[in-house]
Antibody, heavy 117, light 110 residues
Framework: EVQLVESGGGLVQPGGSLRLSCAAS????????MSWVRQAPGKGLEWVAN????????YYVDSVKGRFTISRDNAKNSLYLQMNSLRAEDTAVYYC??????????WGQGTLVTVSS | SYVLTQPPSVSVAPGQTARITCGGN??????VHWYQQKPGQAPVLVVY???DRPSGIPERFSGSNSGNTATLTISRVEAGDEADYYC?????????????FGGGTKLTVL
């Protein structure tokens, strides 16, 4: 059974940093692109970033470029999102999702990030 | 950047057919994927590559894509279909390819 479990969310002050993790199981993690998708309270889905199987390609939504870094450790079946210089508008539930030929066929349950003083 | 436009809401009576549209410039040339999201839950893929269904998704869910509009059709709507629905594409037209979601459509079952 495919499982994606996010962790690392919480309350952080504006300008602060947070690192999200996503533990994957039930599939060959190293064979798939992976993505982070977020959803602000009461709003729609917004793709944040994705990373190729071997980490050699990474893409970001413009609003997080230079502040967020996506990475992965295939030996640990884990996906990460390092978030720096956080802003109030980054407040959202962050989902880890498996990218299967450009659609997201499995999602985690999400982890809430709140940026507030 | 590429924009996907969905109606904010669609209402339908039980047993009827719901059609949720997703508009985009020449969207017919792209593969469109659809997600269902119920309150407090993660999204679920219900249609991929315009019209294919993942295993476990009822045949009542179908999709089409042509010209500037993609459509998710839900036949014989049930109360349990009430949810937010999002369309999504992969936009590789620029020098920095990225994923685009539509704004979402709230399906209300009357």
């Amino acid at each position: 059974e495919v499982q994606l479990v996010e962790s690392g969310g919480g309350l952080v002050q504006p300008g602060g940093s947070l690192r999200l993790s996503c533990a994957a199981s039930g599939f060959t993690f190293s064979s798939y692109w992976m993505s982070w998708v977020r959803q602000a309270p009461g709003k729609g889905l917004e793709w944040v970033a994705n990373i190729k199987q071997d980490g050699s390609e990474k893409y970001y939504v413009d609003s997080v470029k230079g502040r967020f870094t996506i990475s992965r450790d295939n030996a640990k079946n884990s996906l990460y999102l390092q978030m720096n210089s956080l802003r109030a508008e980054d407040t959202a539930v962050y989902y880890c999702a498996r990218d299967n030929l450009a659609s997201f066929d499995y999602w985690g349950q999400g982890t809430l990030v709140t940026v507030s003083s | 950047s590429y924009v996907l436009t969905q109606p904010p809401s669609v209402s339908v009576a039980p047993g009827q057919t719901a059609r949720i549209t997703c508009g985009g410039n020449n969207i017919g040339s792209k593969s469109v994927h659809w997600y269902q999201q119920k309150p407090g839950q993660a999204p679920v893929l219900v249609v991929y590559d315009d019209s294919d269904r993942p295993s476990g998704i009822p045949e009542r869910f179908s999709g089409s894509n042509s010209g500037n509009t993609a459509t998710l059709t839900i036949s014989r709507v049930e109360a349990g279909d009430e949810a937010d629905y999002y369309c999504q594409v992969w936009d590789s037209s620029s020098d920095h390819p990225h994923v685009v979601f539509g704004g979402g459509t709230k399906l209300t079952v009357l």
